[in-house]
C-alpha cells in the first residue's frame, strides 16, 4: 500500500533533534501491521511523536525522500486464512451437543441433584440412612448416566459426557462419606449449622460443576470449568 494513504496519520509523529533535546524520551512497543517493535517515544506538550523510521522499520516498509516529499510504503497486513467452514454434521461434531444428549445430560443432572439434596437434607434433619437407602438414588443417577453415555454420538457429546461422569464420581464419593460419617455417629458438625455441609469443599466443588453444567447443556455447546475436574 502506498505511503501516501498513511502519511497524514504517521506524519505527526515524526520527531527531530530539536524535540529531542526539549522533551523526555522513552521507549515503547509500537505494533504495527500485526508486528511489534520497540521505537523512542517524545512527549512535548501533551503530544507524542516516535521516530518514523524505527516505526517503518517495524512495519518491514521503506522510506524514502524526494525533496521536499517523503514516500512512506507500509506492507498490507498479513491476512489470516480462515479455516475451512465444515459442513453443518462436522460442526455439529466438533462443537455442538446433540438434542438426544443434552436430554439425557440435564435428566441426569436432575437426578444427581435429588440424590444429594436428599442425602443433605437427610443428614441435617438427623434422619438415618443406610447404604441401601442411598444406593436407590445411586442407581437412579447411574441408569440416567447411561442414557447419556448411549446418546453420545460425536466428539463435543462424548467431552460433556465425561464431565458428567466426574459430577457422578464426585457425587457418589461425597455420598459415602455421609454413609459413613452417619455409621460412626459423627454428623453432628453437619447439624450444627445449616451451611455447615454447604461450605465443604467436596461439596462446594459439586454445586459450582453442576451449575456449570446446567449452563453448558443449556447452550447446547461444550466447554469445559475446572470444577468438574
Request: with cysteine; hydrophobic share 40%.
Amino acid at each position: 500500500m502506498q505511503g501516501r494513504h498513511y502519511l497524514q496519520l504517521v506524519f505527526i509523529l515524526i520527531y527531530s533533534a530539536v524535540a529531542s533535546a526539549q522533551g523526555k524520551s522513552q521507549t515503547k512497543t509500537f505494533v504495527v501491521n500485526q508486528k511489534a517493535g520497540q521505537a523512542t517515544v517524545i512527549q512535548i506538550d501533551n503530544r507524542t511523536y516516535v521516530d518514523l523510521a524505527m516505526l517503518v522499520q517495524i512495519a518491514n516498509g521503506s522510506l524514502g525522500f524526494q525533496g521536499s516529499q517523503i514516500n512512506v510504503v507500509l506492507p498490507a497486513p498479513e491476512s489470516v486464512t480462515p479455516a475451512a467452514t465444515p459442513d453443518a454434521g462436522q460442526s455439529m461434531s466438533r462443537q455442538g451437543l446433540t438434542r438426544q444428549f443434552v436430554i439425557a445430560g440435564i435428566e441426569t443432572i436432575a437426578q444427581m441433584r435429588e440424590w444429594a439434596s436428599t442425602m443433605a437434607n437427610a443428614i441435617q434433619q438427623g434422619y438415618g440412612i443406610t447404604e441401601n437407602w442411598a444406593a436407590e438414588y445411586r442407581g437412579k443417577a447411574a441408569n440416567s448416566l447411561n442414557v447419556a453415555s448411549a446418546s453420545a454420538s460425536g466428539d463435543a457429546d462424548r467431552n460433556a459426557l465425561q464431565l458428567l461422569t466426574n459430577e457422578f464420581q464426585s457425587v457418589e464419593s461425597w455420598s459415602d462419606q455421609l454413609v459413613q460419617a452417619k455409621k460412626q455417629m459423627d454428623t453432628a458438625k453437619y447439624t450444627s449449622s445449616s451451611d455447615a455441609l454447604r461450605n465443604e469443599p467436596l461439596s462446594q466443588k459439586i454445586i459450582s460443576c453442576g451449575h456449570f453444567l446446567g449452563t453448558m447443556l443449556g447452550s447446547s455447546e461444550f466447554k469445559d470449568d475446572p470444577s468438574c475436574h
